[in-house]
């Protein structure tokens, strides 16, 4: 942001030294760029960052001076005289798209004389580097960077029935900018129409079918508020920026637009002439209450380290423009001004009181009082995650959030949306929003493959990005994702693992899965519950193929938020047993349909409190001894007794029980 000294000087009364102004500015948050001499003026350029739009425009940059230095901040009052027939007996404004456009103002000049500006005013507009056009079109210039608030002038007999309607683009709709190059809009664009066409790119830039000329006669004066995300998705399809769509992105102070209306008017009657019609046209919805901020005033050395008086601390935030509710011995209570949209919180406000009292004023040695923190309980779940990993024997990736469509086609354990697409890719191709980090660390595998490294075995725990219904931001769902060298059932226990080292009494349950990218026959999904917690398996040929790997290799993810919700983070010590275990093996004979997860759950159940662990040995077919589409399964169950020694009686009646459950829920018998 270039500033005019000159300017400035209208506004408020500068320091006599030039570098004792840019210095104190560069304290407070506005670094000095750099200073250009133009003819007798001065402009000195000023990085704003993106949370103050307040101070790209004069009138801003001034405020902060005054406070800085205690002066009278002098503003122009914008009173244009209306002499003409009402405006609403000529135009019409409407808006279709409230979602897009909070409020829209129209004032109309008739009998205007278009011509060069003054030189007062070409001289300014030149020391900011902004082109000389003529009177109507550099007054709205001056306006935009006089208070921040981008204006547009139409020529009012160009817009066909005097409306003007805030809408979205229709489908193909194409739009001639003043630059007189030709766009197709994107869909839901949000521009400017007459009762006809659209006329200008709302927030980013006019047409050439209703620019100010020669021969222009009557003048339709906008000042609106567009939706920040709209402006900058329009400038960046379009890649089409402006000076009005850099300041819309970041916001305008939502109470001087008309101000900025006014003015505007004020300085084309006085530069052009004509007659200003009585009224405005005024369209959008109900400006929000500013929230009431409260600032203890203990917080104050607690963040900073120093005492400031409280008077000071008052007269600080009086100046800034905030308006004091309350004030007692502990606190004061402020409502923010309009144009700082920034201040919405407590430090925001302590963080204003260091920069106007001065940064300086704070010793190096400063003592501020450290508040021991909390770890959260994502944070407590995460870590214990990481930790079974690596003593699984993982390595911790990092991969970009971007990747390629096809990836997101391989593999979606999560949604069958279309992914989000962004318009500039992160990298060559890569311009879609991941569904799953499976193929990032399948590529990361394959990377790894060729460099012939001989153990490739990598985790990630990152966000995946889910599209939702309408225009609802994608719904963020951390994840646990791994890829290994290791079989089926080896990732299986990495997977009881995780979930046994964070909520110990849960139970998953493996049934089947359907994914392209997985061998049929071991591939499953992972349930906690009555949710699904992830999938897991391994890649089948064509899988292989498809990521250009020459080993095999076995994935899963899991839901991260699922696991967090059902941990269970308080350790509970339990008393062991201090007698020994007895052990049976169990050789069932199932249909093949049967799965082992209902075989196991069953048997847990029948056992009670008895049984210890359960374990699975092995799978045995033989139509000609079993039958048909008959499987054998045998497996291992320990029992033990917190009370006293199992005799082979009662560990045979605990058995017998679980023979018993299987036949009448799985249908399952004792194989001979």
């Keep these: ?54 101070c790209l425009g004069h009138v801003g940059v001034a405020r902060e001076i005054a406070v800085l230095w205690e002066k009278e901040l002098k503003i122009p009052t914008a009173k244009p ?10 135009a019409l404004v409407a808006i279709e798209a409230p979602q897009l456009c909070s409020r829209y103002t129209a004032r109309v000049i008739k009998g205007v004389k278009i011509g060069p500006s003054p030189e007062w005013l070409a001289n300014r507009l030149r020391t900011l580097g902004i082109a000389v056009i003529n009177n109507v079109v550099d007054a709205t210039n001056y306006v935009m960077m006089e208070c921040g608030q ?16 805030v809408r979205e683009s229709q489908p193909g709709e194409k739009f001639t900018a003043i630059n007189h190059q030709e766009y197709e809009l994107p869909a ?5 129409a007459d009762a006809k066409r659209a006329v200008a790119l709302a927030g980013v830039m006019g047409g050439a079918d209703s620019e100010v000329s020669d021969a222009t006669v009557d003048l339709l004066i906008e000042s609106a508020d567009f939706d920040c995300m709209s402006v900058r998705s329009t400038a960046r399809a379009l890649n089409l920026h402006s000076p009005s769509s850099y300041r819309f992105e970041r916001g305008v102070d939502p109470e001087g637009i008309d101000w900025a209306s006014r003015r505007c008017c004020e300085l084309i009657l006085e530069l052009a002439g004509g007659q200003l019609c009585d009224g405005v046209l005024d369209e959008g919805s109900e400006r929000p209450a500013r929230p009431e901020i409260k600032l203890r005033f203990e917080q104050l050395p607690r963040v900073l380290g120093i005492e400031v008086p409280k008077p000071a601390v008052r007269k600080i935030l009086t100046d800034l423009g905030c308006e004091e509710t309350h004030e007692c011995d502990h606190c004061v209570k402020v409502i923010p001004p309009s144009w700082r949209a920034d201040l919405t919180r407590e430090i925001d406000l302590i963080e204003e009181v260091a920069r106007i009292h001065g940064y300086e004023q704070i010793p190096e040695d400063a003592g501020v009082r450290m508040a021991a923190s909390t770890r959260t309980r994502s944070d407590r779940v995460l870590e214990k995650v990481r ?15 971007a990747v390629e469509a096809s990836w997101c086609d391989a593999f979606r354990p999560w949604t069958n949306a279309e992914p989000l697409a962004a318009s500039t890719p992160v990298l060559r191709g890569a311009n879609c929003l ?32 889910l599209p939702q219904s309408g225009d609802e931001l994608p719904a963020e769902r951390r994840v ?22 964070v909520a110990p009494a849960a139970r998953i349950a493996i049934e089947p899965a359907e994914l392209p990218l997985l061998d049929p026959a071991r591939q499953a999904t992972v349930r906690l519950g009555d949710a699904v917690l992830g999938v897991l398996g391994e890649l089948s040929e064509s899988g292989r193929e498809q990521f250009e790997l020459r080993g095999p290799a076995t994935v899963f993810e899991l839901d991260l938020e699922l696991l967090i919700e059902a941990a269970e983070l308080r350790p509970i010590a339990q008393p062991l047993s201090p007698y020994p275990p007895v052990s049976r093996d169990l050789n069932i004979v199932v249909d093949e349909a049967v799965r082992w997860s209902a075989v196991e759950e069953t048997a847990r159940t029948a056992g009670g409190e008895l049984v210890e662990s359960i374990a699975y040995q092995e799978t045995y077919r033989d139509e000609q001894r079993l039958g048909v589409g008959k499987k054998s399964l045998l497996f291992g169950v320990q029992l033990r007794s917190a009370a006293g020694t199992l005799t082979s009686e009662q560990a045979d009646a605990v058995r017998d029980r679980i023979v018993v459950a299987l036949g009448k829920s799985v249908g399952g018998a004792l194989r001979a």
Aim: with cysteine; net charge negative.
């Design 1 to 54: 942001m270039i500033v005019s000294t000159n300017w400035l000087s209208e506004y408020v009364d500068l320091p006599k030294s030039l570098d004792e102004l840019t210095e104190r500015l560069t304290l407070t948050g506005l670094n000095l760029e750099g200073v250009e001499t133009v003819g007798d003026d001065t402009g000195v350029d000023l990085e704003v960052t993106s949370n103050r739009p307040d």
């Design 81 to 90: 005289q209306a002499a003409g027939q009402p405006v609403s007996a000529l």
């Design 150 to 165: 981008p204006l547009h002038a139409f020529d009012f007999a160009k817009l066909n029935g005097g409306a003007i309607i």
């Design 188 to 192: 839901g664009t949000c521009v400017i």
């Design 387 to 401: 930790g079974v990993m690596v003593a699984a024997g993982l390595n911790e990736a990092l991969t970009l959030s």
């Design 434 to 465: 991941r569904q799953s980090l499976v193929p990032s660390l399948l590529t990361a595998r394959r990377h790894n493959e060729k460099l012939s490294n001989p153990e490739i075995e990598l985790f990630e725990i990152a966000k995946v990005y």
């Design 480 to 501: 646990l994702s791994a890829t290994s060298g290791r079989g089926f059932f080896e990732a299986k226990g990495v997977v009881e693992s995780v979930v046994a080292a």
